[in-house]
């Protein structure tokens, strides 16, 4: 009986699952973030790490078929390389978007917005995939829990600097940092999900006018970004996933004006599914 793995891997964490050719699940892990352009070594570790624990006694990990749906595998040259560092019987690294839409839909035709420590959006009709954002903090990830986190910092050293308005939510976010010095050294160094872990704190100060205005924006960029996938003709339902997902749902849903679905599985189902498919769907 063939072994497959599924990968989750993202900023903020990597989950595997094993799972038999009978559809039972024999083990699951976790372990540390798992981006293979931000620190690809640190994702191959915590990959392995994964795999292991969710392996236990039930084999070895040359004998697993894996699919890995990786923040970063996306960008062919960052999925090679991490492919051919894997001792696994064959491996498929994708992009985690790719993953994540095909545990949420389940086979059904839809847009997902996988909102998260980034942000990413597909479409699939009849089988075929279409994405688009998910190119990283540096150059993207708008709507994400590390975009908010970062541009209300950048919001708060506006505000220090007097270019706007002090609103109480900024001034509590550089004290608690311990100033303006301390959140640029912060920000020099910090990781998406370091950024992201900020983001949270917004969200519990919906009355503060900084915290709106950045909220409208990043509402925004989620609409252009769902609007931009839906078709000319007859228009998809929505399904939203990610730690922001149920939040930016509840904010757009009526706005959408098309059904919400609600996700049928994980990113790490969604793995899994194409591990035993062998391959991309």
Do not use: Y
């Not at 912060?186 to 999900?193: I, L, Q």
């Amino acid at each position: 009986m063939r072994i497959f793995l599924g990968i989750d891997g993202g900023g903020s964490g990597c989950r595997a699952v094993i799972g038999d050719d009978a559809g039972h699940v024999i083990g699951r892990g976790e372990a540390g973030p798992a981006n293979i352009v931000s620190d690809p070594e640190g994702a191959c570790a915590n990959i392995l790490t994964a795999a292991r624990m969710a392996l236990g006694d039930a084999g070895k990990p040359e004998d697993l078929h894996a699919v890995l749906g990786l923040a970063g595998g996306n960008l062919a040259a960052a999925a090679q390389t991490l492919a051919a560092q894997l001792p696994f019987a064959s491996a498929r690294v994708l992009w985690d978007a790719q993953t994540a839409a095909e545990g949420a839909l389940a086979g059904r035709d839809g847009i997902v917005a996988a909102l998260g420590t980034g942000s990413v959006f597909a479409r699939r009709v009849k089988g075929d995939l279409r994405m688009t954002g998910g190119w990283g903090l540096a150059v993207g990830d708008e709507g994400s829990g590390a975009w908010l986190g970062r541009a209300m910092m950048s919001r708060a050293l506006w505000a220090h600097d007097g270019l706007i308005e002090m609103t109480p939510f900024l001034r509590d976010l550089l004290d608690d940092m311990g100033g303006a010095e301390a959140m640029a050294g912060f920000a020099a160094s910090a990781r998406p999900v370091d950024f992201a872990q900020h983001a949270r704190r917004m969200l519990e100060r919906p009355e503060d006018s900084a915290v709106q205005a950045l909220l409208a924006e990043a509402e925004a960029w989620v609409l252009r970004r769902i609007e931009h996938l839906q078709p000319e003709a007859a228009r998809l339902p929505v399904c939203f996933t990610g730690g922001l997902g149920p939040i930016f749902a509840a904010r757009l849903g009526d706005r959408l004006g098309v059904d919400l679905l609600e996700p049928r599985g994980t990113g790490l189902d969604g793995a899994l599914m194409l591990a035993r498919a062998g391959g991309v769907t």
